[in-house]
């Protein structure tokens, strides 16, 4: 691995701006000595790695970040520069402040930049005293600063005058090169200062499947250190690490992480370390339960066979094949696995009780995703469908895989006498199950798979799957989610002629149930005929 960073002609002219503001500031006059700049951190890192980014952090040695920030814009309203560039050269400036209750030390600046997303923060060090947990911050030299950051190798600096890469903690270089994720200074310490450091370690240790020093990780299970991440570090700083070691922020764009081994070497080391309790629960419910993760492994030990089905080097059975083809057919698919598979752990576990007697019980694995990882309404919603329909699931699959007539019975007593057919039964549910049914069946299989105490047992769990999978398939089925009802709502009212209701829903679900029975008709007649003897049943007003 070289030391040296080739500059593309993109880096080049950034870097050359970057160096233009920094003689700028000594041509203003006044206090401001001209500035060292230094791109710091992920991307020196990366590039060293041949891993193109658009990520910069930009370490500045006597001015702030927002400082820097507010000279940049007032530079590129001069005409002359302005002139030199055919593009917007700025984006909004933002300042994002420092925390340091929740262990954020640092206030940083961040835009864009001819393209680059920069992060602008001045070198600093910290100094921590016995009677405070929060650290008095200061300018400091890049050396201070390298020993400050979360490991080596994410502490090497590439100098803009010189073109240059710094190693000044002195292991970075040797750590890439044996893939070690170390921290600069002592772990206990290191963590202490900023218990995420722990989950950082973590994902880049799972990215770039590096291995994690055995006495950083040591210090990652001491006591102090585990509740200090439970309870000191704000949720949404936890939401990202996480999400980020799953293939967020664009996991579209990231197919190739996705079927790779990282998102499941991150999990196995989040559980060998012991540290589910601290990540997936709620920290501010003291009375919250400590899930039992023992069988945890089994679930995402079988999401990353499943997503290796089918490749040239498998020699996995068939049935894992038809899963893989049937629930993974977008990298938003193997997404959306990948964070059920966190919550495997809470599936069973009793739903909270909700504040109003009218709404349905919040579930205890979408509570533990809003609060243990402040997860966006869209993921914590897609956990609670999963765990909310994951009895149903198991129920349907039995029974199109033993050909239990009890399941059948039960559905033509809830759905009327139409639902007669088993291909009623299976669309009619995969419907209720909604648009992301593919997600929540794979949920289930992980649960169902984790709750089996031998191979063979998860064997016949995966053939029962693969069996009701194929034939939803042979039902054409598995786009059903997705089908209109042959006559739409204002059809009906003007055949009824009266004005839409509480029955309207129902007798468009009656039209739905007609399709699923009929899937070769595209005559709506026998649909509004069948709305029509039902008229009664489906109470459509006189």
Request: hydrophobic fraction near 35%.
């Amino acid at each position: 691995m070289t030391n040296r960073i080739e500059l593309t002609a993109d880096e080049e002219t950034l870097r050359q701006l970057f160096l233009a503001v920094s003689s700028y500031s000594v041509i203003l006059g006044g206090h401001h000595k001209k500035p060292e700049l230094r791109f710091a951190g992920g991307w020196v890192r990366d590039k060293l790695l041949n891993h193109p980014s658009k990520d910069i952090d930009v370490a500045i040695s006597n001015m702030t970040g927002s400082e820097f920030g507010s000279l940049m814009k007032q530079f590129v309203e001069l005409p002359e520069v302005r002139d030199k560039y055919e593009q917007d050269i700025l984006g909004r400036l933002a300042r994002i402040e420092a925390n340091p209750e929740k262990s954020k030390h640092l206030e940083t600046a961040t835009m864009k930049v001819l393209g680059f997303d920069i992060d602008l923060v001045n070198l600093r060090k910290e100094t921590y005293t016995n009677d405070s947990r929060n650290p008095t911050v200061e300018f400091g030299s890049p050396e201070e600063d390298a020993l400050r950051r979360d490991s080596t190798i994410n502490a090497l600096f590439y100098n803009l005058q010189t073109s240059e890469v710094e190693d000044f903690t002195g292991r970075g270089f040797q750590d890439m090169e044996r893939k070690i994720i170390k921290t600069p200074l002592a772990p206990l310490q290191t963590f202490r200062d900023d218990p995420l450091r722990v989950l950082r370690s973590i994902r880049f240790a799972s990215r770039l499947m590096y291995e994690i020093a055995p006495e950083d990780e040591m210090a990652m299970r001491d006591r102090t250190i585990r509740a200090a991440l439970r309870l000191k570090i704000t949720r949404d700083r936890v939401r990202v690490e996480i999400l980020k070691m799953l293939g967020w922020p664009e996991p579209h764009q990231s197919r190739s992480f996705l079927e790779g081994p990282g998102p499941h070497r991150a999990l196995s080391l989040i559980d060998r370390l012991g540290l589910y309790n601290e990540v997936f629960t709620d920290p501010n419910n003291s009375h919250c339960k400590l899930v039992d993760t023992a069988n945890w492994h089994r679930a995402y030990n079988q999401l990353r066979d499943v997503i290796k089905a089918g490749s040239e080097a498998s020699t996995l059975p068939t049935s894992s094949e038809i899963i893989r083809s049937i629930l993974l057919r977008s990298p938003e698919d193997y997404y959306y696995a990948w964070i059920l598979t966190c919550f495997v752990p809470w599936a069973r576990e009793p739903p909270e009780s909700p504040q109003k007697a009218s709404k349905r019980p919040m579930t205890a694995a979408s509570l533990a995703a809003r609060e243990g990882i402040k997860a966006e309404n869209k993921i914590y919603r897609l956990v609670d469908v999963a765990v909310s329909h994951l009895q149903d699931i198991v129920e349907k699959k039995d029974a199109a895989s033993y050909e239990d007539q009890t399941a059948t019975l039960s559905l033509k007593r809830e759905q009327g006498a139409s639902a007669e057919s088993p291909r009623v039964m299976q669309g009619l549910a995969i419907r209720k199950w909604g648009s992301n049914w593919r997600s929540s069946v794979m949920y289930a299989l992980l649960t169902e798979v984790a709750e089996t105490k031998t191979a063979t047992d998860a064997q016949v769990v995966l053939d029962g799957y693969s069996s009701w999978l194929s034939h939803l398939s042979s039902l054409n089925l598995l786009d059903v989610d997705q089908l209109k009802p042959i006559v739409t709502g204002d059809e009906l009212m003007k055949v009824f002629n009266t004005k839409g209701g509480k029955w309207l829903p129902t007798a468009l679900n009656c039209v739905i149930e007609w399709q699923l029975r009929n899937p070769d008709q595209t005559d709506a007649a026998g649909a509004i005929s069948e709305v029509v003897e039902r008229k009664e049943e489906l109470n459509i007003p006189p």
